[in-house]
Structures are given as C-alpha cells and as structure tokens.
C-alpha cells in the first residue's frame, strides 16, 4: 500500500530565506507525482506536476526534484515570501494503486513571516 | 483562466438526510473525480469518472455514495443516508484525459457539516 510522508510538518522561516520541503513514498512504482497548494479552508491549487521520467521541474521561484528510485521529491522555494504562507501537499499517482488515484501526504504547513 | 467550480461552498444537513454536492469541471476535461478530506487528516480519493462510468473507487465509496453526470457540464455526489462521519470538504476535480501526463484540477471545495 502506498503510504505518503511529507516532513516536516510545520515550518515556520523568515522572509526572503530558501526553503526545501519533503515528501517520500513507500512504492518507487509512480506515474507522476503533484505538489499543491492549500490555503485555510480552500481548495487544492496544483503547482507542479513531474513525470516518472523527469529529475525537477520549475515554475516561477518553485522547483521540485524527483528520486523516483529512493522514493523522494523535494520542492525548493526560492526568496520565500508572506504570501507563501500555507499548507503545501505531495501527492503520487501509482502503477500499483490505481491509474487514476492520487494519494496524498499529510502536507507541510509553512508560515512566512515579514 | 478555467478553473473547476462547486456548490455550494458549505451544506449542513441532518444525519439520515440526503445530500447532492454540485460541481462543473473544465469545460474541455474528460476525466471527472471525487476527493475528500476530514478535519486533520489527509485528501483521500473517492471515486473518478469518465465516459458516465465509475472507472475506479476506492473502498470509502460504499452504496451510500453516488455520482452522476446529469447534463453537459455538471457532475454531481450524492449521498442518500448521511452519518456524523461525512463530515467532511468534498473536492471536485477533473483532467483532460486520464493518462498518466495529465494534472488533475480541483475546486474549491463543498464543506458538508453532518448535524
């Protein structure tokens, strides 16, 4: 069963500071993994998608890696800002889960403060 | 930029009653899901959508559950005996096809309270 971790779970920096967060996941078997964003009592907004195939992929100050072989992805943010103060999740869509699911991790709550 | 819509934003209900949640998806996705998320815990996948079929569910998604695509732009969650353990946010998504290349986009979300 895939199992989902993302660490740490809160996160709290200073403007301006580069920050990494992580997620791993049990089975190695994915076709793609999503990073998202969620703001209180909001909807899901997809920032990234990488393909099984693909090492990173960017968008804008974001950029997530992926080590499908050891079960890892990471997403770097770059010159963090206050408005980038939210829960961020990982989610994988696996060869062993169903073609369509996506699951989750528990997500990382990140706080920038100005 | 289109965006996936739900309605409505939150419903209460007593528990034994009815609910339809509501959503429109992209206009030109094809694929169609549910997802839902208690207070705390993870997003956890219900059910996804395609061509007015069921094409996967997970183990939440009991008789109690059903979907439907009434008309050309909305698709729907119905659940016809709610319990305390519904409550939950409810999100709508969908993705223009169901390969693996393809992002899924979700609403903003249907925050059902169970009474």
């Known amino acids: 069963k895939q199992e989902v971790t993302q660490i740490p779970a809160a996160l709290s920096v200073p403007e301006g500071e580069n920050l990494v967060l992580n997620c791993s996941f049990t089975?190695?078997?994915?076709?793609?993994l999503q990073w998202f964003r969620q703001d209180p009592g909001k909807g899901l907004t997809s920032l990234l998608l990488?393909?099984?195939?693909?090492r990173e992929q960017t968008s804008g100050r974001l950029n997530a890696s992926l080590d499908k072989s050891s079960g890892r992805s990471t997403l770097y943010i770059a010159a963090s800002q206050p408005g980038d103060s939210a829960t961020y999740l990982c989610a994988v869509r696996g060869e062993n889960t169903g073609f369509q699911k996506l699951v989750f991790g528990t997500g990382t709550r990140l706080l920038v403060s100005p | 930029e289109p965006e996936v819509t739900q309605t409505p934003s939150h419903q209460v209900t007593q528990m034994g009653q009815e609910v339809i949640l509501r959503c429109v998806p992209i206009?030109?996705?094809?694929?169609f899901y549910w997802y839902r998320q208690i207070l705390g815990q993870k997003v956890e996948f219900l059910v996804s959508?395609?061509?007015?079929?069921?094409?996967?569910k997970s183990e939440i998604f009991d008789d109690q559950f059903s979907v439907e695509r009434p008309d050309g732009s909305n698709f729907t969650l119905k659940i016809r005996s709610t319990k305390l353990e519904d409550s939950a946010m409810y999100f709508c998504a969908s993705s223009l096809a169901g390969t693996s290349y393809n992002e899924q986009f979700f609403g903003p979300g249907t925050r059902l309270t169970v009474l």
């Open positions: 206009s030109n996705h094809l694929y």
């Open positions: 990488i393909q099984s195939s693909q």
């Open positions: 089975d190695s078997a994915i076709y793609n």
């Open positions: 959508f395609y061509n007015n079929e069921i094409s996967e």
